[in-house]
């Protein structure tokens, strides 16, 4: 099955690209590599369920911004590539902001690994992660999500 078979399946529709909060790229490649910048969880320009877990944000709630946090990944690749086909998860990395007796870390960063699952299929979606806490994210953000991709020829 195609990418944009499982995006229709899924019924996911790409947003647009989020705009940069400073000087960066919201993606890049080298090569056969596609780097793809922190992508904080917002809609339309709006952050889904700011804060910080164990502090007013659920698991769930977190769970969830990490996985719009993932589909904005998605559209900053679609954006520079031209198609989100041909593409492998390599590394996808999860910033949780949190208090420091947080420690669901690895349950928040799934709803952003699930989504690359759901996506690109168990093969190509599920790459080496790393999952941490953080004092605090851009624009209050409760989760950020960066992923690295190879270009599968």
Not at 79 to 93: A, I, K, M, N
Not at 97 to 118: I, K, W, Y
Not at 143 to 153: K, Y
Request: net charge negative; hydrophobic share 50%; proline share 5%.
């Amino acid at each position: 099955m195609t990418v944009a078979a499982r995006l229709t399946e899924l019924g996911i529709t790409l947003p647009a690209t989020a705009k940069p909060l400073a000087i960066y790229q919201p993606a890049v490649r080298s090569g056969e590599l596609v780097f793809v910048s922190g992508q904080l969880p917002t809609r339309e320009g709006v952050v889904v369920h700011p804060g910080r877990l164990g502090d007013g944000v659920s698991v769930e709630q977190g769970k969830e911004a990490a996985g719009v946090a993932a589909l904005n990944v998605l559209a900053a690749v679609h954006d520079l590539v031209g198609s989100l086909e041909g593409l492998r998860v390599v590394r996808l990395v999860g910033y949780v902001a949190c208090t420091p007796e947080f420690d669901q870390h690895p349950a928040v960063v799934n709803g952003a690994s699930e989504l690359m699952r759901d996506v690109f299929g168990e093969e190509l979606g599920v790459g080496v992660r790393l999952a941490l806490g953080v004092a605090s994210l851009p624009a209050r953000a409760a989760v950020e999500i960066e992923v690295l991709f190879e270009i599968e020829e």
